[in-house]
């Protein structure tokens, strides 16, 4: 009897084990699967509309956290100012050039970037991001989002900080053809737009905002994101960044990153 109640129990164990496992692994390809969202949160739920379940880039996982490695911020202080609270209810008129090249350049507190603009295969998507740029709206805002796990990129262009940020209007997809996307790869260097698509429904599509990510190191990631760019200076110093590690937030579900990025200066140069 002493023999059938402790196999019982050990099957019991057994049991509770496989059934943690398969949990465990369910919970981590939820996390590899909800890949990138730039939305509103509140705003989505109060249209009724379908949020990608990805409020935080994949990352983190404990091993790049402020507690473990209390790395030092590589970063400077932000310069005095602001972020924007700017909306606009719909998508600025069309007026980019595309047959003339764009340059950005994104003064950060450490360090840099600058970026090739593609006007040609993402004109809507280049058109926006000037007129945020004219408008001052990326300037004193924070880089809310690291993700070098899996995914390395460095998420931007949310004044809120909280990456449910907005300019009260979305962009249209563009350039999800392009050949650098070739195997499902973002290749380091790459600029791209932040969307809710949630990889189910059409109705998610065309949702970009403001926000943008920086690749630093090829990332795996479908092909759903508008690449609009390509990073011409400064990836030293996404990866001064990046080295720097992330915090996981539990309130905005965002991996933070340790350094303090601050984009003190956005501008977009026509040439």
Known sequence: MVKGDQRRKQLAREKYERQLQRRTAAQRKAKRRNVIIASVLAVALAAGGAVYATAGLVGGDGKNTAAEQEPKDPCGTPAKGEPSKKQ????????????????????????DIAMKLDAKKAPH??????????????????????????????????????GQGTPGYTIPDENLKDPRLKGGVYPA??????NRYDGQSEKTRDTGGSQFFL???????????????????GMDVLKKIAKAGSTPDPQTQNTVPNATVVIDRARVTKS
Request: glycine residues 8%.
């Open 215 to 233: 690749v630093f190191q090829d990332s795996q990631l479908p092909p759903n994101y508008t690449p609009f760019g390509t990073i011409t200076q």
């Open 125 to 162: 998507t280049v058109n926006s991001f000037n007129f945020l740029a004219e408008q001052g709206y990326f300037d004193h805002s924070k880089c809310h989002r690291l993700v070098d796990d899996g995914l390395h990129v460095l998420q931007c262009g949310d004044p809120t900080g909280t």
């Open 88 to 111: 606009w209810k719909k998508e600025p008129k069309l007026t980019v050039d595309t047959s003339a090249s764009y340059t950005a350049k994104l003064a950060t507190t450490c360090g």
């Open 189 to 194: 260097g790459t600029v791209a737009m932040a």
